[in-house]
């Protein structure tokens, strides 16, 4: 039962260690360890809430439109309220995403008003997808934190990815009840569930258009999904990078003009094909050659 180690001390071996000690304490234990650990992670992601939040020096603020008329104009200017409040070197770059109402006229005459926003036209359409690749490559700024263009979500609560910063290097947001239909959130939660599964991200909320990245991230990588998929696919390149990735949660709000495109039934299908078609490809990211172009 007792084995001698060379000082002299006795000590016990572990298969000795299970006849001695009761299974009931070890059970008793192991349970102990879960709840230890639960109340080290809720602690942890109190301690990111109060932590005082620092904003990056500079920072790219961009959002998809399309067909957005009625949200493009006052999604801009809360973005231009937020980024003036945190004092920093900023840019907002709205990606019409070849709209077919006024949202690319009312992009290019915000931009006219105010030194701080572009607007960046895809024509023709390029999906959501590569209206995310689009803003990504436009950025100039160290910082890239993106949006959507239909103002369902408060930027004043970007304060609350900064602290993550401290020890992540992308800080990436759930929604906190969200506002959207049941069948939403069904096709949601099996979404998140199936690209967790095949990526290992293990994210509570995979496209929660809230999140902020380092801007040197796209120069690694190279982005090949048109369609749904760029949420995932940009994450999960990273992770194959070794960047880290955090998680805090921000509301959610209803969506007061305009029409959701996410929940048709063509975007899905081709969210799924896309899934098949580039797996592989995501999972054999490797590090690309810097360039200095821009594209």
Partial sequence: MFRRRRNGLCSLSSSDLSHTIPRRAVLDETRIDHARRRVRDGLREIALKDKPAHPPKSLTVFFPCYNEE??????????????????????????????????????????????????????????????????????????????????????????KLFPLLERFDIASAYRLDRKDSFIRKVNAFCWTTLVNVAFRLWLRDIDCAFKLYPRSLFDEIEMKSQGALIDTEILARAKRLDYTIGQIGVHHYPRTAGTQTGANLRVILRAFKELFKLRRDIRNTLPRAPTSSRT
């Fill in 70 to 159: 009625a949200n493009v104009e006052r999604t801009t200017l809360a973005a231009l309220k937020m980024c003036r409040r945190l004092g920093i070197d900023f840019e907002i770059i709205i990606v019409d995403d070849g709209s077919k109402d006024r949202t690319g006229e009312i992009a290019d005459r915000l931009a006219a008003e105010h030194a701080n926003v572009r607007a960046a036209h895809n024509k023709p359409n390029r999906g959501y997808g590569g209206a995310l690749r689009r803003g990504f490559r436009e950025a100039t700024k160290d910082w890239v934190f993106y949006t959507d263009g239909d103002g369902q979500f408060d930027f004043e609560e970007i304060d």
